[in-house]
């Protein structure tokens, strides 16, 4: 592969989604000629779920964008130390700072709707114990994550969530790549998921280029992915040499 001097975009979903999430987006992006990867999230732990997105992103020869939402905020925040990573990309996200979890940072605000819908469930470990994780419970799924999205669309959003193990919203960030990188933050302002309030909080300590989506709900990506892509697109071109 010949190493581009344009960032090849990595779109990092976030819980309670799939990579299918940024269909919308990576359309946009392809037809400008943008490369994009949006691999999958394992789901399984900040650490964990970090190093697997590094590992992508050092097998892309050239410069990269990492955009992350939701929880993969977080998991970019980690994983975006990666040397060739020349830019991050907050969509509806948490920011975290080092040596700060997800719990810690929500809970300085107002707790979303989201929290009185999660459901729990029991998953193996490899020991042969088991952990516990999380999805949003089916009826509550359209109005709580995905509210301007078609209610036939939420129906199949609702069923094919994957779910996030309860580990990653006490889990540490290790260091945080916006403190050394350049960072650009959608905010969704009417999130029922997480706080409108945390993520300004985290794009407003990250010194991000944000731009704020009126109405638009924590799918911001499915619903609205024209004003994602176009703060995808500023970053690739800010960050491109």
Known sequence: MTESTTPTVVLVHGAFADAASWSGVIAELQRDGVPVVAPPNPLRGLASDA???????????????????????????????????????????????????????QGRFPEPPLGASLRQAAYPLPDGGAAVEFTIAADAFPQVFAADVPAEVTRVLAVAQRPLAAGAFTEAAATAAW???????????????????????????????????????????????KEVADVIRAAVRATAS
Request: hydrophobic share 50%.
């Open 51 to 105: 190093a697997y997105v590094a590992s992508v992103v050092a097998q892309i020869d050239g410069p990269v964008v990492l955009a992350g939402h939701s929880y993969g905020g977080a998991i970019i925040t980690v994983a975006g130390a990666a040397e060739n990573v020349v830019g991050l990309v907050y969509v509806a996200a948490y920011v975290l700072d080092e040596g700060e979890s997800l719990g810690e940072l």
């Open 179 to 225: 403190r050394a990188k350049p960072s650009w933050a959608v905010i969704a302002d009417a999130d029922q998921a997480i706080n409108p309030d945390v993520q300004r909080f985290g794009a407003e300590r990250a010194g991000a280029t944000a731009v704020e989506v009126a109405g638009a709900s924590h799918a911001v990506a499915v619903s609205r992915p």
